[in-house]
């Protein structure tokens, strides 16, 4: 016969709590952090840092930066926030992960930073963090909602923003669904523009092998011009749903895009997929070798001189709606794989 003694009793009580409630901690394993003292929400998986959306005042908009795949490897490029030696410093307003436009009613929301020179300002634009609408932490999928205000260079309100962020674990793909409603203030048009609408900034090992020359930091992080560049280490090649391969893909449509390349002995894929209902479905791809990787549903006739102008209104009051997932890989893909992925995304999002 056993024997029970009530202060064991209480200690196993007390044990099985403790064990009930770190394992329901263990099971938000992708966790969604807000820390709104520092301007940044943090994403981390199994306790490793995934991505995170910021704000900082040095940027005119929020991005989700750095991304960062299941093996550990950064896909995107440090500059501007945290400069590394031997990368591209040009463009600074690519930064991260981003969603903003060239035209919109004239002002320039993409390529505003604090390099652009102080009498061109009223002509561009700025997307303001507003408000955490909510967050939340899960098994295996964590949300985050947020809310921004796009604001042109004469401090005019042009459009709301509601953006809902998904990010997912499977297997050692890392996942992040973005969900973006746009409400305009007054009639705004988004005209035909190259420069838009969902852009990632890669690392180095990324970028194409045929891209020479450009602007670098040295050890000290500053920029210093490089006529015949060394792509040592430059190994990324983009592939698109209709079959474009490399340099071939800019200016092409397709329902996704993959770039993969190889750093460490490890193979990094990131794919981003465009959404069925999306305007100007299947998007272009403003995809460039020397490491930006966008996508512009919008820019029908300046990728496409042959298509008509591609304006898209809204009136007062009226949304538009963009979908897209982005799939960090740590592996290369094939065209099956993908075309699975996609049809799963649609079907997921009607």
């Not at 901690?25 to 929400?41: C, L, N, T, W, Y």
């Not at 009223?122 to 967050?135: A, D, F, L, N, Y």
Request: glycine share 10%.
């Amino acid at each position: 016969m056993s024997r029970f003694s009530p202060q064991a009793g209480r200690l196993g009580t007390v044990a099985l709590a403790l064990g009930l409630l770190s394992g329901g901690i263990g099971m938000a394993q992708v966790q969604v952090k807000p820390d709104e003292a520092h301007q940044r929400v943090d994403i981390t998986i199994d306790g490793q840092k995934f991505t995170s959306y910021v704000w900082p005042t040095s940027l005119k908009k929020p991005v989700l930066y750095p991304l960062i795949a299941s093996d550990g490897t950064t896909v995107t490029r440090g500059y501007p926030l945290e400069p590394r030696e031997h990368e591209r410093v040009d463009h600074p307003h690519h930064a991260g992960m981003w969603f903003n436009y060239g035209n919109v009613g004239g002002f320039d929301f993409w390529n505003n930073s604090d390099a652009i020179k102080p009498a061109d300002r009223e002509k561009m634009g700025s997307i303001h963090q507003q408000r955490i609408v909510s967050t939340r932490s899960g098994k295996d999928r964590g949300e985050l909602v947020v809310e921004t205000l796009w604001t042109n260079g004469k401090g005019a309100d042009m459009l709301t923003e509601t953006t809902r962020f998904v990010f997912i674990k499977r297997g050692d793909a890392r996942i992040i669904d973005r969900v973006t409603t746009l409400k305009a203030l007054d009639k705004i048009v988004f005209h035909d523009d190259k420069e838009g609408v969902l852009g990632i900034r890669v690392a180095h090992f990324l970028e194409s092998a045929n891209e020479k020359g450009g602007m670098f930091a040295d050890a000290s992080g500053r920029p210093t011009k490089v006529d015949t560049a060394d792509t040592t280490g430059a190994t990324g090649v983009y592939r698109t749903s209709e079959g474009v391969s490399g340099e071939a893909v800019w200016s092409t449509r397709g329902k996704w895009c993959t770039l993969t390349g190889n750093t460490e002995g490890k193979t990094e894929t990131i794919a981003i997929l465009d959404h069925v209902g999306n305007p100007g479905y299947p998007t272009y791809w403003h995809a460039r070798g020397y490491g930006l990787f966008a996508a512009n549903p919008l820019g029908d006739h300046i990728f496409d001189p042959k298509a008509p102008q591609h304006d898209m209104t809204l009136d007062k009051d009226q949304t538009a709606t963009f979908k897209y997932r982005v799939i960090l890989y740590s592996h290369a893909t094939t065209p099956e794989e993908i075309n699975r992925e996609s049809a799963a995304y649609n079907a997921e999002y009607k």
